[in-house]
């Protein structure tokens, strides 16, 4: 079946530092969206990106939507302790009924 | 606004035993998603429904799992009889409809440990 792949794995920076994970695919998606799983929660939607080539903010994060559409990428802009969680990229195709495919997760831990 | 609100949190239970895990979605979606999460597998679909219909059961891992939606506001999903494989958190998922957005919002889980 499909699969994302979401790199890197995890991730260690310092409290102010800028972080960017990605996920690519083999298949061409119509729609990309980013998650946030706090310990003990279910994943939060961060950004939903529905156009190839679009670029969204929401707040400190930025993400993408791949011209090829098969990649997008999340950055966040100087990190907070609060950023810490696993951030999960998921796409769906239109005649999908709304399924999701989840990459397996980038986890951040940010050093205050 | 309520969220999805998921029951039990937390559940306990031996080899054997029937569990049934409950879902409220957001009033007003259309679309209800069971996901299970574990370490080794990352979060996978098990079933979906659109307007209380089954549409999709490819992901339910065997015939021991059963899902029902008997209205719009409510979602069971059963596992008889357990095993240990099945620990794992267990999601449910609402959206308000696919024609409408893609984007799906989760409870917060209910975290399954069979004994």
């Known amino acids: 079946g499909q699969q994302l792949n979401q790199s890197p794995q995890s991730m260690f920076i310092q409290e102010g530092e800028d972080v960017s994970m990605n996920c690519t695919s083999s298949?061409?998606?119509?729609?990309w969206l980013w998650y946030k799983q706090e310990p003990g929660e279910g994943p939060v939607l961060l950004i939903a990106?529905?156009?190839?080539?679009e670029l969204t903010s929401n707040g400190r994060l930025t993400a993408q939507f791949g011209i090829t559409r098969k990649d997008s990428f999340l950055n966040i802009s100087a990190s907070i302790p609060s950023d810490v969680g696993i951030y999960f990229c998921a796409v769906t195709f239109y005649n999908q009924g709304g399924k999701l495919i989840f990459g397996q997760g980038t986890e951040l831990s940010v050093k205050p | 606004d309520a969220g999805v609100i998921q029951s039990p949190r937390h559940e306990v239970t031996e080899m054997g035993q029937e569990v049934t895990l409950r879902c409220k979605p957001i009033s007003g979606h259309n679309s209800l998603f069971w996901y299970r999460q574990t370490m080794m597998r990352g979060l996978e679909l098990l079933i979906y429904f659109n307007n209380n219909v089954p549409i999709d059961d490819s992901g339910m891992p065997e015939d021991r799992f059963s899902a029902k939606m008997p209205n719009a506001s409510f979602s069971t999903l059963k596992i008889q009889p357990s095993e240990p494989r099945d620990s794992a958190v267990y999601f449910c998922?609402?959206?308000?409809?696919?024609?409408?957005?893609?984007?799906?919002?989760f409870g917060p889980g209910t975290r399954l440990t069979v004994t």
């Open positions: 298949s061409i998606f119509n729609t």
């Open positions: 990106l529905y156009k190839a080539g």
């Open positions: 998922a609402s959206n308000p409809g696919t024609g409408i957005t893609y984007e799906q919002y």
